[in-house]
């Protein structure tokens, strides 16, 4: 029987019990979460378009995020492992080089020196094509001997640099030839890099949670009436607002899932030639993918951001809609 | 079950929709509200479902004084009542099934009470087999069932309806009627606006009438009514 039933004279409101309403609590959720989908689906170009917009948004800082980390592991090892050279006075005998080579192969922060002599750089340069005639025109060797050292992996520029300029003032040396300036250049463009990143995640998160909360907003504007109805039949806020905050999820969710694909696209993409370049410089340098908790962040900073824009939108829109 | 004390409504922009009303219904009563349009009926019921508050006076629904029911408790205090629409307010993209399972929804019901009342109550206003169709497929008449269904399903000892045959053919009418008569035997209070003054006459219980606002007459409480 639909209509309450007299039990003493009295009317009985059944109502649920705190078990059925526990029960009934996390069964609307789970109801809402695929009715929030479902409703996505029945408008799937406007819902793609909006999602392709978050992805896309999503995508970008995420993808430079990738390349600024790259871009700090192929240069931390630049800065210490990079090889100076020591370029003794011309005229200074080979033995005073090997004397130099034993020295500095005492030193704590050298981990190798090489002594390439006068006749072997000559020889080295020769075999560059069109060196060799004008090296031929030349009746003295011109070259002096070098040194060639190696600190010890791990050591900051400053201590590379310190370490140079004890070199230099030896006697018998010329020139101290370290080339970290440019180095340090790409650091700090990196690192400049970094923060724009950062400032642009910013701009873009903001700009999800523009665009879930405005299509939240139309969504709730389309409906309207069954706003009306529900709140009519005693439909509390948290129960009228539910639905719209799971659709705010889905498509943060969906359009993160996007902007995973479209990072794994352009890494793909990239990957063949980053390759091909690496090995031209001889290193084995690999793209390193944003990994499982990049892309973990990603889902999740979708559905965040999707959750926070519909969140906004209902606050603002729900409450002005009474029935009249 | 519903008490007016001195009331008055007037809406911004508009003039006075109601004035100094006093009156009572008692639980288990079936009343109808009478007047011409405009007369303040539909205004009288927004009252009663907080639709509206009023601007004098005070209105008591279900012994709940409604002027001490913040914004926030409607919803708790509209689940205490039924509600009808001439235009049924059903939600076109629901099963008449789902329509009629709303309030329970609402209410935090387990699927298994859902489906058994929402059958029940489909049962009672002769719907039981068109559950599974869409409200735009059926009849007037039997989307305005639909409506009564839903406004029942939860049960609650009131159900107060705004013009409920207005879109419906005599016959129609009248047996939307004779279903309200089967709730009122089963304790329900009523209290349906209408202007269609045969049938109200025809079914002799009491009337309120009102006109431009102000009660013009009632027959009292009917004792084989309730
Ligand atoms: N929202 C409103 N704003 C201003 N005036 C209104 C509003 N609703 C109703 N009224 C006025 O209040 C009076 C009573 O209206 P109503 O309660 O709808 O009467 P009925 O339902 O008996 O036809 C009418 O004069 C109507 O114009
Ligand atoms: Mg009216």
Redesign the pocket.
């Known amino acids: 029987m639909a209509a309450p039933e007299r039990r003493g004279g009295e009317l009985r409101r059944g109502g649920p019990g705190p078990l059925a309403r526990v029960r009934g609590y996390f069964r609307l959720h789970a109801q809402n979460l695929l009715g929030s989908l479902g409703r996505l689906a029945r408008q799937p170009l406007a819902s793609l378009l909006t999602v392709a917009v978050i992805g896309i948004a999503m995508a970008l800082p995420a993808g430079l995020d990738v390349l600024v980390t790259n871009a700090r592991a192929l240069s931390a090892g630049w800065a210490s492992a990079v090889d100076f050279s020591v370029y003794l006075e011309p005229g200074q005998p080979l033995a005073r080089a090997e004397t130099l080579a034993a020295e500095a192969r005492g030193h704590a922060d050298v981990v190798a020196v090489e002594v390439i002599s006068a006749d072997e750089a000559l020889a080295q340069l020769s075999q560059f094509t069109g060196m060799q005639a004008a090296l031929e025109a030349l009746s003295d060797n011109p070259l002096p001997h070098t040194l060639v050292v190696r600190p010890r992996p791990g050591l900051s520029a400053e201590a590379v640099g310190r370490l140079a300029d004890g070199f230099e003032t030896l006697e018998g040396i010329d020139l101290v030839q370290l080339d970290t300036a440019w180095v340090e250049r790409f650091l700090a463009i990196v690192d400049i890099a970094r923060r724009a990143s950062g400032i642009i995640l910013l701009l873009l998160g903001f700009a999800v949670v523009v665009i879930v909360g405005n299509t939240i907003r139309l969504d709730i504007e389309n409906r309207r009436s069954e706003i009306e109805v529900m709140k009519l039949i005693g439909g509390s806020d948290g129960f009228i607002r539910r639905p719209f905050l799971y659709g705010g999820l889905w498509y943060g969710v969906i359009g993160g899932l996007l902007a995973v694909v479209f990072n794994a696209s352009a890494l793909l993409a990239l990957a063949g030639p980053v390759q091909r370049l690496a090995g031209l410089y001889g290193t084995d340098f690999a793209l390193q993918g944003p990994g499982l908790s990049g892309l973990g962040m990603l889902v999740g900073g979708g559905a965040l951001l999707g959750w926070l824009g519909a969140w906004v939108a209902t606050s603002r829109h729900l409450r002005d809609i009474e029935p009249? | 079950m519903i008490r007016f004390e001195a009331v008055g409504?007037r809406?911004?922009?508009?003039?006075?929709?109601?004035a100094t009303l006093d009156f009572e219904i008692a639980a288990g009563e079936f009343v109808f509200?009478t007047?011409?349009?405009?007369?303040?009926?539909?205004?009288?019921?927004?009252l009663v479902a907080l639709i509206?508050r009023p601007s004098r006076g005070q209105v008591v629904v279900n012994g709940q004084n409604t002027r001490k029911v913040a914004r926030r408790r409607i919803p708790q205090f509209r689940r205490g009542l039924g509600m009808v629409f001439q235009d049924h307010k059903l939600l076109a993209d629901r099963s008449v099934f789902d329509n009629v399972a709303l309030p329970l929804l609402i209410a935090g019901f387990a699927e298994r009470d859902i489906n058994r009342r929402v059958r029940a109550a489909l049962d009672l206003v002769g719907l039981a087999d068109k559950a599974p169709r869409l409200p735009l497929t059926l009849s007037t008449g039997e989307q305005q069932r639909v409506g009564i269904a839903r406004a029942v399903v939860s049960k609650p000892p009131l159900l107060i309806a705004?013009?409920p045959t207005g879109n419906l053919d005599p016959a129609l009418s009248l047996e939307i009627m004779r279903l309200f008569e089967r709730f009122n035997e089963l304790g329900v209070t009523l209290l349906i606006?209408t202007?269609d003054i045969d049938l109200v006459t025809r079914l002799g219980h009491r009337r309120v009438e009102?006109v431009?606002?102000r009660l013009v007459g009632d027959t009292g409480r009917r004792h084989g009514s309730a």
């Open positions: 009249t | 409504k809406y911004s922009g508009g003039g006075e929709a109601l509200l007047g011409p349009s405009g007369a303040g009926k539909s205004t009288l019921l927004k509206e705004d013009e606006a202007h009102l431009e606002g």
